[in-house]
């Protein structure tokens, strides 16, 4: 009898050291972050999420969706979020509008596009000269899905606006919705919108904006100067975070990575979620690391320089601080 219970005495012992064990890994910071947009697109960041990456950097993710730069910048500036999660391009904007305590990029994780042009009907052969005399149903003015159709639109000697009608007044989370309803030729827009348009029948992917863009910065992770100056350790941290979900994703198949982000994306399924991961890993759309280099900066402001958007260049050292990316590929 005596044996029994000092048995169970022990495992009580060990059970209880074992509690107060996880409640010390529960101790974590919570930091509020917004991104721009909720989509496979991004898929490197739900890894991280999703495999407890941030976790074990001591930090509880509370995570909502913008739907918009704009949106996800002003729940930035309006400290309503401590990180946000944009094109690159809503950083330069605030800076030039006189914003004192501007958005600072210190973390990069996407160098292509992931938006794709949709038609109604399948072109096999298709080439940027069909969308002569058509209408598109574009992104927002300024925002970066829409510039960057323009850059290409250029670059294949067509003037948008001109040789084609792009429409850019429709709120980005009803752009798909307008499509469908008969609106436009052809339509820009990212995953899991594209396949979805297609498993629909109401349009076929003709081309790939990342693919015909080439290498340009096009999301990343920014916070307030202020911020960051007072929480190195948080943004190290985060970075931290996103670097193993950026690697997980690079040594790993589409399969396996579609498998780990399915709880993001319950309303797709398995089958889709892989052919999707499975087209932006063939195109190289994640970075290896989350350094965000200086020549892709450059670019950035070249493309909003032709598209009319930019007022004046800023320097690549006041928008972008890769003090935290160096630092996680230097451990």
């Not at 510039?147 to 798909?176: C, H, R, S, W």
């Not at 997980?248 to 396996?256: L, M």
């Amino acid at each position: 009898m005596k044996k029994i219970i000092c048995v169970f005495v022990l495992i009580f012992t060990v059970f209880s050291v074992s509690l107060v064990g996880c409640q010390s890994n529960q101790d974590l910071t919570t930091v509020r972050f917004n991104e721009v947009v909720h989509s496979v697109f991004y898929a490197p960041q739900y890894v991280a999420i999703e495999k407890g990456f941030f976790e074990e950097e001591g930090i509880n993710l509370e995570l909502s969706t913008g739907w918009g730069a704009d949106k996800t910048m002003t729940a930035l500036l309006s400290n309503n979020a401590d990180i946000g999660f944009m094109g690159s391009e809503a950083s330069v904007y605030v800076y030039n509008e006189g914003q004192e305590d501007y958005a600072v990029n210190f973390a990069l994780l996407t160098q292509r596009a992931g938006n794709f042009l949709i038609a109604r009907e399948d072109e096999p052969t298709f080439d940027w000269e069909n969308v002569k005399g058509k209408t598109i149903v574009g992104g927002r003015k300024g925002g970066m899905p829409q510039m960057v159709l323009e850059y290409i639109l250029k670059q294949n000697g067509i003037a948008p606006y001109e040789d084609v009608e792009i429409i850019t007044n429709i709120d980005f989370t009803a752009t798909a919705g307008a499509f469908s309803g008969g609106t436009g030729d052809y339509i820009v827009d990212f995953e899991p919108t594209a396949s979805a348009l297609e498993n629909e029948g109401v349009g076929h992917v003709v081309a790939s904006l990342g693919v015909d863009s080439g290498y340009i910065p096009y999301t990343a992770y920014m916070a307030k100067k202020s911020f960051i100056e007072t929480n190195p350790d948080i943004i190290q941290n985060f970075t931290n975070a996103i670097y193993k979900g950026q690697q997980w994703v690079a040594e790993n198949s589409a399969d396996e990575i579609a498998k780990v982000i399915k709880p993001q994306f319950p309303e797709t399924d398995l089958e889709t979620l892989t052919q999707i991961v499975n087209r932006y890993k063939e195109q190289d759309t994640w970075t290896l690391t989350p350094v965000f280099p200086e020549d892709g900066f450059n670019l950035l402001q070249n493309v909003l320089d032709e598209a009319g958007e930019l007022s004046q260049r800023v320097d690549y050292s006041t928008l972008v601080d890769n003090t935290f990316a160096n630092k996680v590929l230097s451990e």
